[in-house]
């Protein structure tokens, strides 16, 4: 079995990465490679990267927000959460107001910015694009988690802890 894992990991490695440039809300880039298994992101070397797929409109995700926010704040030296609005079409505007009314502390990119990643990220793990969904990538930029629906601070730190 442990060989089977070892082969799947290199071949998975010696796949092509995919590149993706997310203008976040505020105006920044975010340069992300990304294979199956791992994900760089040129602006957060050497962080543990939490990318958060969540809705606007969505109860389940607006209520871990405030979590999220806790986590960044605690542990922003080495850990980022980027959030991915994958759910309804808004402007930058609207999505710079829903930032500011929950206080989100992390880097969001839109939906219309996010297209191709949530696509990317649909075919390459088995999310069926329900939200609130979350890719957790250790420091080394290995796909660690895939985190499905509402986590609990209580959650995101044990997933943080096994890193």
Same mark, same amino acid.
């Given at each position: 079995?442990?060989?089977?894992?070892?082969?799947?990991?290199?071949?998975?490695?010696?796949?092509?990465? %995919?590149?993706?440039?997310?203008?976040?809300?505020?105006?920044?880039?975010?340069?992300?490679?990304?294979?199956?298994?791992?994900? %760089?992101?040129?602006?957060?070397?050497?962080?543990?990267?939490?990318?958060?797929?969540?809705?606007?409109?969505?109860?389940?995700?607006?209520?871990?927000?405030?979590?999220?926010? %806790?986590?960044?704040?605690?542990?922003?030296?080495?850990?980022?959460?980027?959030?991915?609005?994958?759910?309804?079409?808004?402007?930058?505007?609207?999505?710079?107001?829903?930032?500011?009314?929950?206080?989100?502390?992390?880097?969001?990119?839109?939906?219309?910015?996010?297209?191709?990643?949530?696509?990317?990220?649909?075919?390459?793990?088995?999310?069926?694009?329900?939200?609130?969904? %979350?890719?957790?990538?250790?420091?080394?930029?290995?796909?660690?988690?895939?985190?499905?629906?509402?986590?609990?601070?209580?959650?995101?730190?044990?997933?943080?802890?096994?890193?």
């Amino acid at each position: 079995m442990r060989n089977i894992v070892v082969l799947i990991f290199l071949l998975t490695s010696l796949l092509p990465a %995919k590149e993706f440039i997310l203008k976040t809300i505020s105006g920044k880039l975010l340069h992300l490679e990304v294979t199956p298994l791992s994900l %760089k992101v040129k602006e957060f070397p050497n962080k543990v990267i939490l990318l958060d797929f969540f809705g606007a409109n969505c109860p389940p995700c607006i209520a871990e927000m405030p979590d999220l926010v %806790k986590i960044q704040n605690l542990f922003g030296k080495t850990v980022q959460v980027i959030g991915i609005q994958a759910a309804s079409k808004r402007d930058d505007n609207a999505m710079r107001q829903f930032v500011q009314k929950h206080h989100l502390n992390y880097p969001v990119v839109n939906l219309e910015e996010g297209t191709m990643l949530i696509s990317y990220a649909q075919t390459q793990t088995d999310w069926n694009g329900a939200l609130p969904y %979350k890719l957790l990538y250790d420091f080394d930029g290995s796909l660690s988690y895939r985190l499905y629906g509402k986590m609990t601070e209580k959650k995101l730190l044990e997933a943080l802890q096994d890193l």
